[in-house]
């Protein structure tokens, strides 16, 4: 029997050799285990031996930095200690020295305060012998200390009145020839600049006659023609014995020169009766409107101010046929604009303002035969109405001071009329007027208290005054010739300026025998 046929034997075989395999199996896997165990070992003995290597090199690395370290510490520590005991031998000196400078000024405090005794002690005695000193001199001079106060102190204010009257007076002296010499420069560059020359009209025109016998038709029948005439055209018509002339007589300018024009052509046309004459004087009526209106335009042009109402410049144009002293008031108008803005262009004002004050400034000559009022403030309310700015109004306004100068270019305006007027040759006045002006000016002066004489000098340019030595002294005498100048300004009208000269003298008069 095969005992391989038995299944039994097969699965116990089978059974046997899986057995033996599976112990192989488990042999070699031990086997490998340990090998691999072992080289785990040995790798890792082989890095702790790399580990504990470099471990050493790095405790050797930090104590050779710590004892670097150390080494700086104990020199920086050293080097400290050096430098503390140095500033604490410093400190020891410095505290001896100090110990010794307040030892001193204790000293010297001590021997400071014997010494304040001892001054005190003498302020004592001092005033015990400037009490019995005082005694003595009131006791000797008859007189107490308040009264010899009152004297002193009067003798130190003549004195001292008699200082400030020399120094007002040299300061004035120095300001006024700075003045003047700065005043003459800007008056002769501004009349240099602004050159021109008047034509001198009067109140009365003279119309030139072919002949005689045109004086009865003027005339006419029993005067008719002559009061037709007068009637339309408000003026007088002065028919004499004057040869081959007939005068036009009106104080309004406007009407003497319509009436000129008319009856200069009643005089070429020969057809002389009321009907034509009340025609020819609404046509030359017409013309001088237009001469009015041109010559107003031309003068705003010429002293370069524009932008002013219509109504301004035909108000304007009206000063054409108006004088004063003469001179022809548009003409002045143009050279007084002209000169206002030289003088602000100098000194740096507002040149347009100037300019249009200068040339408005007497536009109330105009109308002042038809309103009340003075020029200056007739002007100044017509340009307000007229939308004139308030500066431009304040110069017209104030150029005779009736109001305050509120603005530099009213003062420039004031004087550019001034320079206009005065500059020689402008304008003429007077026997009459000018005897008047200078007694005016002597009566002025002789009114004041202290005046002994007074003369008007330089056709009334100047007016000196010759005061009582033992009444007025020299501070007295600027205070008078303030108020003198002044009470000329408040109650004359004058051209220019007038000079004030006060002159105080002393004389001491012996005789010998």
């Given amino acids: 029997m095969d005992i391989f046929a038995n299944p039994i034997v097969i699965v116990l075989v089978l059974l046997v050799g899986a057995g033996l395999?599976?112990?192989?199996?488990?042999?070699?896997?031990?086997?490998?285990?340990?090998?691999?165990?072992?080289?785990?070992?040995?790798?890792?003995?082989?890095?702790?031996?790399?580990?504990?290597?470099?471990?050493?090199?790095?405790?050797?690395?930090?104590?050779?930095?710590?004892?670097?370290?150390?080494?700086?510490?104990?020199?920086?520590?050293?080097?400290?200690?050096?430098?503390?005991?140095?500033?604490?031998?410093?400190?020891?000196?410095?505290?001896?020295?100090?110990?010794?400078?307040?030892?001193?000024?204790?000293e010297r405090e001590q021997r400071l305060n014997k010494r304040q005794s001892t001054l005190d002690r003498q302020q004592n005695e001092l005033e015990k012998l400037q009490a019995q000193r005082m005694a003595a001199l009131e006791q000797v001079a008859e007189m107490s200390r308040d009264d010899a106060r009152g004297q002193l102190l009067t003798m130190v204010e003549e004195d001292?009145?008699?200082?400030?009257?020399?120094?007002?007076?040299?300061?004035?002296?120095?300001?006024?020839?700075?003045?003047?010499?700065?005043?003459?420069?800007?008056?002769?560059?501004a009349i240099q600049r602004v050159a021109s020359e008047y034509v001198?009209?009067?109140?009365?025109?003279?119309?030139?006659?072919?002949?005689d016998e045109l004086k009865g038709r003027?005339?006419?029948?029993?005067?008719?023609?002559?009061?037709?005439?007068?009637?339309?055209?408000g003026v007088d018509v002065v028919v004499d014995d004057t040869p081959e002339a007939v005068t036009i007589s009106s104080f309004d300018p406007v009407r003497r020169e319509v009436a000129r024009r008319a009856l200069e052509k009643l005089v070429l046309d020969g057809r002389i009766h009321p009907a034509r004459i009340e025609g020819l004087i609404a046509d030359a009526r017409k013309e001088v409107e237009a001469v009015i209106r041109e010559e107003g335009d031309r003068a705003a042009y010429d002293a370069g101010v524009a932008g002013l109402h219509p109504e301004v410049t035909k108000m304007l144009g009206r000063l054409k046929f108006r004088t004063s002293y003469g001179q022809q008031q548009l003409a002045h108008a143009v050279e007084t604009a002209r000169l206002a803005s030289v003088l602000a262009s100098e000194l740096g004002a507002n040149v347009e303002i100037a300019k249009a004050g200068g040339l408005l400034h007497d536009l109330g000559k105009a109308m002042d035969h038809e309103m009340e009022g003075?020029?200056?403030?007739?002007?100044?309310?017509?340009?307000?109405?007229?939308?004139?700015?308030?500066?431009?109004?304040?110069?017209?306004?104030?150029?005779?001071?009736?109001?305050?100068?509120?603005?530099?270019?009213?003062?420039?305006?004031?004087?550019?009329?001034?320079?206009s007027g005065a500059r020689p040759g402008a304008r003429r006045e007077s026997l009459?007027?000018?005897?008047?002006?200078?007694?005016?000016?002597?009566?002025?002066?002789?009114?004041?208290?202290?005046?002994?004489?007074?003369?008007?000098?330089?056709?009334?340019?100047?007016?000196?005054?010759?005061?009582?030595?033992?009444?007025?002294?020299?501070?007295?005498?600027?205070?008078?010739?303030?108020?003198?100048a002044k009470k000329i300004e408040e109650s004359m009208q004058y051209p220019g300026q007038i000079k004030v000269t006060v002159i105080r003298e002393t004389r001491a008069v012996d005789y010998a025998k």
């Fill in 21 to 106: 395999g599976i112990g192989g199996m488990v042999v070699w896997s031990r086997q490998q285990s340990q090998r691999r165990r072992r080289d785990a070992q040995s790798e890792a003995n082989h890095i702790l031996a790399a580990a504990q290597e470099e471990s050493q090199g790095l405790i050797r690395q930090a104590r050779d930095e710590v004892l670097q370290m150390r080494t700086e510490l104990e020199a920086e520590s050293n080097r400290r200690r050096s430098d503390l005991g140095r500033e604490d031998e410093r400190l020891q000196k410095r505290r001896e020295q100090l110990d010794e400078r307040m030892e001193k000024l204790e």
């Fill in 374 to 419: 003075t020029h200056a403030t007739l002007g100044a309310e017509f340009c307000r109405r007229y939308g004139v700015p308030p500066m431009v109004v304040n110069c017209i306004e104030a150029h005779h001071h009736e109001v305050p100068q509120e603005c530099v270019e009213a003062i420039i305006v004031e004087a550019a009329d001034a320079i």
């Fill in 160 to 189: 001292s009145r008699n200082d400030m009257a020399r120094r007002i007076r040299e300061v004035e002296d120095e300001m006024q020839s700075e003045a003047d010499n700065r005043a003459r420069d800007l008056i002769a560059m």
């Fill in 218 to 233: 003027i005339i006419g029948r029993n005067g008719r023609n002559i009061r037709a005439f007068e009637l339309a055209s």
């Fill in 432 to 484: 009459e007027s000018y005897l008047k002006r200078v007694r005016t000016l002597e009566e002025i002066a002789n009114s004041f208290e202290g005046v002994s004489q007074s003369y008007a000098l330089q056709a009334g340019r100047e007016v000196r005054i010759i005061v009582k030595p033992e009444d007025i002294d020299d501070l007295a005498s600027i205070r008078l010739s303030k108020d003198i």
């Fill in 200 to 211: 001198s009209d009067v109140t009365v025109s003279v119309i030139p006659l072919p002949t």
